[in-house]
C-alpha cells in the first residue's frame, strides 16, 4: 500500500517521466469533453420543469397557481414551463441564475420555505429578486414569445392599445405591469420602504416643544396612560398632532379632528366632510366622553351625514414626529410618479376630489409593488392635494394642512 502512494505521488508530481506528452494531452482533452458533457448534461436536467417541481415546495406552491393561468392551458395549445421563465436563455446568465438559484435550494434544506405559511411569508422576498433581474434585462425570457414587434396593436382593446403602445415605444420591460401573471401575488405588508427609515431617522432626532404641532412619519399606536400600558387605537402617517408634554419615552399629544356621528365614530378624519383618516380608535374608548370632547356638530351637505368636531388626549412613543410634512409628501410624490406611471400616464393629483381618490387609488395600487405604509402615505398624499385644496379646477393648488379644515 505504501508503494501504491509513493507511485501516485510520482505519477502526478512527476508525470512527463511515467507518460508522454501527446499522452497527456489527449488524455486532458478527453478528460475536458468528458467533464463539459457532464455539465451540460447536468445544466439539461435541471432545466427540465420535472426538475423544478420534483421539491415539495416548489409542487405544493407554485405548480397549482400556475395550473389557474392562461400560461398552463390555453386555446393555442402553447404551454409555459418553469424554466420558460425563470431560467435565462443566455449561458452566462443561465450560469449566474443556476448560482442564485441555490439559495432557495438551500431555503428549501433548511426549511426556511418548507411550509405553505412559510413559503406565503419569504414570497415577497423570492418575488423582488425576481422582479429585479426581469427588470435589469428587459424581461428577455418573456419576449422570447412575447415581443413589441411581433404585436397587432389594432387587434387589442382600445385600453390596452394605448398600454402597450406606450410600452414598447419606450422598450419596457415586461414585468413592470405584468406582476401575478402566472404565480399569486406576495403580501406586500412584508415588504420595506427604505425612505421611511430616512424620516424615522429624522425625528428621533427632532426637538419638540411643548405646543407646537408636529406630523407622525409612520402610524403610531394611541395609549390612554403614560406608562403606555393601555392601547387605545392607532394614530396614521402624515397625522397633524399638537404636543402637551414629553416625560421620558412617551409624549402627550392632542387631537381635533373629525368624525361622523353614525355607529361609534372609530374612524377620525383631518378635514369636515372629507374622508382622509388621521386616526382609528378602539371601539370601546370611541364614545367615552372622558376621553372625547365633541366641539361641535354640523351637516355636510353634500351627503346629509351630521359631522362632528372632536378632541382629545392621547400618549404616543417619543421619536416618531417630525416639524414639517413636506419630506412625508416627497416621499410620497416620488412613489406616485415612479410607480402609477410605469403602465399609464398618472392623473394630476388635483384631477380628482379627495372622497373619490380613495377608490380609484385601491383599485390600481394591486398593480404596484407598493407595500402597504407606502401605499397609505401616498393616498393620504392625493388627497390632500386633491381638487378640494386646488386653488384652480385640475390644478396644482397648495392644500390646507390644518387640522379644523371645513368645507363651504
Same mark, same amino acid.
Given at each position: ?108 434544506? *433548511?426549511?426556511?420555505? @418548507?411550509?405553505?405559511? =412559510?413559503?406565503? +411569508? ?5 418575488? #423582488?429578486? !425576481?422582479? &429585479? ?100 387605537? *392607532?394614530?396614521?402617517? @402624515?397625522?397633524?398632532? =399638537?404636543?402637551? +408634554? ?5 409624549? #402627550?399629544? !392632542?387631537? &381635533? ?152
Amino acid at each position: 500500500m505504501k508503494t501504491l502512494f509513493a507511485f501516485i505521488r510520482r505519477l502526478f508530481l512527476r508525470p512527463s517521466a511515467r507518460i508522454g506528452l501527446g499522452v497527456l494531452v489527449t488524455g486532458g482533452f478527453i478528460a475536458g469533453v468528458i467533464a463539459w458533457a457532464g455539465f451540460n448534461k447536468a445544466m439539461e436536467a435541471t432545466n427540465q420543469e420535472r426538475f423544478c417541481i420534483s421539491c415539495h415546495t416548489m409542487h405544493d406552491n407554485l405548480l397549482p397557481e400556475l395550473q389557474k393561468t392562461v400560461h398552463w392551458n390555453n386555446r393555442t395549445g402553447v404551454r409555459a414551463r418553469c424554466p420558460d421563465c425563470h431560467v435565462p436563455h443566455a449561458f452566462t446568465d443561465k450560469v449566474a441564475r443556476k448560482m442564485q438559484a441555490s439559495r432557495e435550494v438551500w431555503g428549501h434544506l *433548511v426549511g426556511t420555505i @418548507a411550509t405553505r405559511d =412559510k413559503f406565503k +411569508e419569504h414570497r415577497i422576498v423570492l418575488a #423582488q429578486r !425576481e422582479w &429585479a433581474r426581469f427588470a435589469a434585462n428587459g424581461s428577455k425570457e418573456c419576449r422570447a414569445c412575447h415581443d413589441y414587434k411581433d404585436m397587432d396593436f389594432e387587434r387589442m382593446r382600445p385600453t390596452s392599445q394605448v398600454a402597450m403602445r406606450n410600452a414598447a415605444s419606450r422598450n419596457q420591460s415586461c414585468v413592470d405591469c405584468h406582476k401575478g401573471i402566472a404565480h399569486q401575488l406576495p403580501d406586500m405588508k412584508g415588504a420595506h420602504n427604505p425612505a421611511f427609515d430616512t424620516l424615522v431617522s429624522t425625528a428621533a432626532g427632532q426637538r419638540v416643544e411643548a405646543g407646537a404641532a408636529y406630523f407622525t412619519v409612520v402610524p403610531q399606536d394611541l395609549f390612554a396612560d403614560e406608562a403606555m400600558a393601555t392601547r387605545i387605537g *392607532v394614530l396614521e402617517v @402624515a397625522a397633524k398632532v =399638537k404636543v402637551l +408634554e414629553t416625560k421620558g419615552d412617551a409624549q #402627550q399629544v !392632542e387631537l &381635533a379632528l373629525w368624525r361622523k356621528n353614525k355607529g361609534y365614530g372609530r374612524v377620525w378624519y383631518g378635514h369636515f366632510g372629507l374622508n382622509i383618516t388621521s386616526a382609528v380608535l378602539d371601539k370601546a374608548i370611541a364614545r367615552d366622553d372622558k376621553f372625547v370632547t365633541v366641539v361641535e356638530s354640523k351637516e355636510d351637505p353634500l351627503t346629509g351625514l351630521e359631522w362632528q368636531q372632536v378632541a382629545a388626549k392621547a400618549w404616543i412613543r417619543k421619536g416618531s414626529l417630525i416639524d414639517s410634512v413636506e419630506p412625508i409628501w416627497t416621499i410620497a410624490r416620488a412613489s406616485y410618479s415612479t410607480s402609477c406611471s410605469v403602465c399609464h400616464r398618472q392623473p394630476d393629483e388635483a384631477h380628482f376630489d379627495a372622497n373619490t381618490w380613495p377608490g380609484l387609488f385601491g383599485g390600481m395600487v394591486g398593480f404596484t409593488s407598493m407595500d402597504g405604509d407606502t401605499a397609505k402615505v401616498v393616498l393620504k398624499y392625493l388627497q390632500t392635494h386633491s381638487s378640494d385644496f386646488s386653488t384652480t379646477q385640475h390644478g396644482a393648488g397648495a392644500p390646507d394642512t390644518t387640522l379644523q379644515t371645513a368645507r363651504p
